[in-house]
């Protein structure tokens, strides 16, 4: 079992910054893939940012947070943050950290591609 641990999470006007936290094992769990997702209220969980964990660490990000937001690979290992930027009302939700599990050459967007999930930290963007 790979437990994915996300922290940082808080309430924040429009324009603030917040940067969460996902701390994953000790040990390797078998992926190079890791993911931030987002679930806003009566929405369904939908791919905010990913990182590939080899050397380059390539990135994706959703249309909506490219240039605001910034996912990177922390110092300790297996441990990744989600630096957001210019908050904004839309980017409300519950940031759920998620991990791959097999290794690959590059990562993918969908929820059924990461089968490790966190148990989420609340983000909340007020006008």
């Known amino acids: 079992q790979v437990q994915l641990v996300e922290s940082g999470g808080g309430s924040v006007q429009t324009g603030e910054s917040l940067r969460v936290s996902c701390a994953g094992p000790d040990y390797d769990f078998g992926g190079n893939c890791m993911a931030w997702f987002r679930q806003a209220p009566g929405q369904e969980r939908v791919a905010v940012a990913n990182?590939?964990?080899?050397?380059?660490?390539?990135?994706y990000y959703r249309d909506s947070v490219r240039g605001r937001f910034t996912i990177s690979q922390g110092n300790r290992k297996n441990t990744v943050y989600l630096q957001m930027n210019n908050l904004k009302p839309e980017d409300t939700g519950m940031y759920y950290c998620a991990a791959g599990s097999v290794h690959i050459a590059r990562c993918y967007f969908g929820a059924e591609h990461y089968p490790y999930w966190g148990q989420g930290t609340l983000v909340t963007v007020s006008s």
């Open positions: 990182i590939y964990l080899e050397s380059g660490d390539a990135t």
